[in-house]
């Protein structure tokens, strides 16, 4: 009841009389000309609650607004004992976050991280399964759905709001949101349900900034103007905070919710799967490896070494290069194999499979002078003349 009396003098003229050059000087003349009996700090804070929370009064007088910049420039300390906790505690909402430590806000967008790391951090990995299309069905009901809330919630309140004429049908979701923001101290708050019917400005705020707005100015996360999956999600979360904090239909805005994570695991299951089936898919088209049977193997490593000891190289390690590909059973190495053994001369399947290798395996191996025994023939036609010689003895003319 103070509390009531006490704002209701501070908005009389009680101000304009008591303004004087500093904000201290001013609390101490209010609280001296103050007909009832509370403190100095009673009415500082009295009259920073009123300034703050009503903008039309502040905006009424510019004494008002002259004061409460003053209150702007030189924020209220607490005057009972308080706890300092030395560990820095995080407070996070939808799209949107501060650090708090040892009661110091910190403002990350002006933070300058040059002076505590050398380079920022990449963006954080984000999924984006659905299309332009799939996403404009998901938001568009949601949004009607906020919006079919908020005004089913100034009707069912028009009682509450004071001498004004109050025709909410042609009212869109953004006038209706900055009407309860800017009017919340007008409603009741058992008008007001679920975990944030204690601080519902919040609710709405964050609603406005990161949802409504930024579907109305085209501002979402990726250059293609989508959002995220996780963004889609926390969307929303936040419009059934909002539904049920302003007593709508909150069952059914439930099972639309609830159908939708059901279709984020059905995308991410069957991106899964496609990814599984894309492996496997290279995997078969992938030929594999050919395996020689052993006695080709031992062949071929035969033949390459007993040649290897014949040439020269003009570049070191160029011989065991080709000595392990031999090993590895390259297949290349094999081919060039199957095709100079073909050829019957020895000498000729030495210079063939050292002009092969140097072309397909970029080395510079020469031929020194291969000695390859040649295979004894037996000259048939001097046998044929010496029995013929014999005949011609026996058989003179």
């Given at each position: 009841m103070g509390n009531s009396k006490l704002s209701k003098w501070l908005r009389s003229n009680a101000i304009k009389q008591n303004i004087?050059?500093?904000?201290k000087s001013t609390i101490n003349s209010l609280h001296?000309?103050?007909?009832?009996?509370?403190?100095?700090?009673?009415?500082?804070?009295?009259?920073?609650?009123?300034?703050?929370k009503d903008k039309f009064f502040r905006e009424k007088s510019e004494i008002h607004t002259r004061i409460f910049n003053w209150f702007e420039k030189n924020p209220s300390k607490p005057s009972k004992p308080y706890a300092v906790f030395k560990k820095?505690?995080?407070?996070?909402?939808?799209?949107?976050?501060?650090?708090?430590?040892?009661?110091?806000?910190?403002?990350?967008?002006?933070?300058?991280t040059e002076q505590n790391r050398e380079s920022s951090?990449?963006?954080?990995?984000?999924?984006?399964s659905f299309t332009d299309e799939e996403q404009g069905a998901i938001i568009e009901p949601l949004l009607n759905l906020v919006e079919k809330a908020l005004n089913e919630f100034l009707i069912n309140n028009e009682h509450m709001i004071p001498s004004i004429n109050a025709d909410f049908s042609n009212a869109d979701t953004l006038n209706m949101l900055n009407f309860v923001i800017e009017n919340i101290k007008i409603f009741d708050k058992s008008v007001f349900h679920g975990q944030h019917k204690s601080a519902p400005v919040e609710l709405f705020k964050n609603f406005k900034?990161?949802?409504?707005n930024k579907v109305a100015h085209g501002t979402l996360i990726d250059k293609k103007g989508r959002w995220s999956d996780h963004a889609l999600q926390n969307i929303t979360i936040l419009v059934c905070d909002v539904v049920t904090c302003l007593g709508g239909n909150?069952?059914?805005?439930?099972?639309?919710?609830e159908r939708f994570?059901?279709?984020?695991?059905?995308?991410?299951?069957?991106?899964?799967?496609?990814?599984?089936?894309?492996?496997?898919?290279?995997?078969?088209?992938?030929?594999?490896?050919r395996r020689h049977d052993d006695s080709d193997f031992r062949e071929m490593t035969k033949f390459v070494r007993d040649i290897l000891k014949e040439v020269d190289e003009t570049k070191e390690g160029s011989k065991q290069k080709i000595m392990k590909l031999a090993l590895r059973e390259d297949d290349d190495l094999m081919q060039i194999w199957r095709a100079v053994k073909t050829t019957e001369c020895k000498r000729e399947q030495s210079h063939e499979f050292i002009e092969f290798v140097n072309l397909a395996f970029n080395v510079n191996l020469k031929c020194i002078s291969i000695e390859v025994p040649e295979v004894k023939q037996v000259d048939i036609s001097k046998n044929y003349e010496q029995e013929d010689a014999k005949g011609c003895g026996e058989h003179p003319e």
């Open positions: 004087r050059s500093t904000l001296s000309a103050c007909p009832l009996k509370v403190s100095r700090e009673n009415i500082s804070k009295s009259l920073r609650d009123i300034l703050h820095r505690v995080y407070s996070s909402a939808f799209f949107g976050s501060k650090a708090i430590t040892n009661n110091y806000n910190i403002n990350t967008n002006n933070y300058n951090p990449p963006p954080v990995k984000q999924i984006f900034n990161n949802v409504r909150y069952k059914g805005l439930y099972a639309i919710k994570d059901n279709k984020i695991i059905q995308k991410w299951t069957d991106k899964t799967t496609s990814e599984v089936e894309n492996k496997n898919h290279e995997n078969q088209l992938q030929p594999p490896k």
